[in-house]
T-cell receptor, first 113, second 114 residues
């Protein structure tokens, strides 16, 4: 079946603009994760959604970052007032309840000029 | 708190040579351990994982890893490197039962030369 998909694959924006990144998890996967991959910080956890439970937002670096998951499926990561240090690859992963493996999407490469 | 250390940010081997990528972890609870591979401009693909049971786990593309609790290690090996193995490899841990975030190592870039 289809894997995790993310859009856009690349995004170039100007400093101060807002951006939205989308993730479509594998159908039936109840858990969804966002990670950020940057040169200086490696792979970092951002946020985790599990079913209807309150999300674990402990990895969000600032209040400019937010995410939602509508209908238990698609998720959107929003970065407000982007800064140059937000430039990174944003990876989404999903997992089926009862399994340990997270399946990753191809990522969105964000460049803030 | 959990953490992962990957020794060697870059490893270079000859085609046909043994591949050994090192991973050590820190965890106060029984760990679940993973190796992921990332090819250029792609997402992460699971190579193999250890949860419980047999400590030697086999994965895709001829890779295997052994969980050694006494050494807190989970090194990745492949007997004979292929040019197509050139990629970045990440070791990761999350606490058993928590199904929460993965904690990643810094990654090891593997180069394979003829």
């Amino acid at each position: 079946g289809a894997g995790v998909s993310q859009s856009p694959s690349n995004k170039v924006t100007e400093k101060g603009k807002d951006v939205e990144l989308r993730c479509d998890p594998i159908s039936g996967h109840t858990a969804l994760y966002w990670y950020r991959q940057s040169l200086g910080q490696g792979l970092e956890f951002l946020i985790y959604f599990q079913g209807n439970s309150a999300p674990d937002k402990s990895g969000l670096p600032s209040d400019r970052f937010s995410a939602e998951r509508t209908g238990g499926s698609v998720s959107t990561l929003t970065i407000q007032r982007t800064q140059q240090e937000d430039s990174a690859v944003y990876l989404c992963a999903s997992r089926y309840t009862g399994e340990e493996t997270q399946y990753f999407g191809p990522g969105t490469r964000l460049l803030v000029l | 708190a959990q953490s992962v250390t990957q020794l060697g940010s870059h490893v270079s081997v000859s085609e046909g040579a043994l591949v050994l990528l090192r991973c050590n972890y820190s965890s106060s609870v029984p760990p679940y351990l993973f190796w992921y591979v990332q090819y250029p401009n792609q997402g992460l693909q699971l190579l193999l994982k250890y949860t419980t049971g047999a400590t030697l786990v086999k994965g895709i593309n001829g890779f295997e890893a052994e969980f050694k609790k006494s050494e807190t290690s989970f090194h990745l090996t492949k007997p004979s490197a292929h040019m197509s193995d050139a990629a970045e490899y990440f070791c990761a841990v999350h606490n058993s039962g928590g199904y929460n975030k993965l904690i990643f190592g810094a990654g090891t870039r593997l180069a394979v030369h003829p």
